[in-house]
């Protein structure tokens, strides 16, 4: 299957910091990446659809000032985790697909995100 | 009602036991279907899609029900490897607009 690169898996930063999360489709272009937040025990919320050279589109209650999202190229997406907080720390995970349709959903490795 | 939902279990069996997880969408106009397997702090991976003549895959058969809204997922002969949380995720739109359920987490014993 396509392969989606998330990084960092992991990263710890102080509150009130800047945290930038990378969503690489390696072996195909993806014009339309996701982001998912998953709280422990909780299910995968999408938080915005990434469109390459527009802006995303931002799910109810997601503050598109905090968690910026850039889709540059057809092949990287970013979110940067702006000022962020001790309750902003949760697994932040990436998917792509191979085209629009019925296809599935290819995800990044997630990151492991912790504000202390 | 939410889009997609799920019984959270957890599912607790024996060993080569039949077990079946249930998941309902909200959105009649939904276009595809699948079942996710996450691991504990793992990305999600796709275990099978799920077509409307329902299908099979080894150990795995899921079943889909339009007019109810309703998808299953039943594993024969459970393996101790097949402990994991199973997210049901419905595709909602045609641009790959997935939502997940919250997961039905699954313990198999020995």
């Known amino acids: 299957g396509a392969v989606v690169s998330q990084h960092p898996s992991r990263v710890i930063c102080k509150s009130g910091t800047s945290v930038k999360i990378e969503c690489r489709s390696l072996?195909?272009?993806?014009?339309?990446m996701f982001w998912y937040r998953q709280f422990p025990k909780q299910s995968l919320m999408l938080m915005a659809t990434s469109n390459e050279g527009s802006k995303a589109t931002y799910e109810q209650g997601v503050e598109k000032d905090k968690f910026l999202i850039n889709h540059a190229s057809l092949t990287l997406s970013t979110l940067t985790v702006t000022s962020a907080h001790p309750e902003d720390s949760s697994f932040y995970i990436c998917?792509?697909?191979?085209?629009?349709?019925?296809?599935?959903?290819?995800f990044g490795q997630g990151t492991r995100l912790t504000v202390v | 009602r939410k889009e997609v939902e799920q019984d959270p279990g957890p599912f607790n069996v024996p060993e080569g036991a039949t077990v079946a997880f249930n998941c309902t969408y909200s959105n009649s106009a939904s276009q595809s279907f699948f079942w996710y397997r996450q691991d504990c702090r793992k990305e999600p991976k796709l275990l099978m899609s799920?077509?409307?003549s329902g299908n099979e895959d080894g150990r795995f058969t899921a079943q889909l029900n339009r007019a109810s809204q309703y998808i299953s997922l039943l594993i024969r002969d459970s393996k101790l490897s097949d402990s994991a949380t199973y997210l049901c995720?419905?595709?909602?739109?045609?641009?790959?607009?997935?939502?997940f359920g919250a997961g039905t987490r699954l313990t198999v014993k020995p």
């Open positions: 998917s792509a697909s191979l085209s629009t349709g019925n296809t599935e959903a290819f």
């Open positions: 799920v077509y409307s």
């Open positions: 995720v419905v595709n909602m739109k045609n641009n790959n607009d997935m939502r």
């Open positions: 072996d195909f272009q993806a014009t339309t």
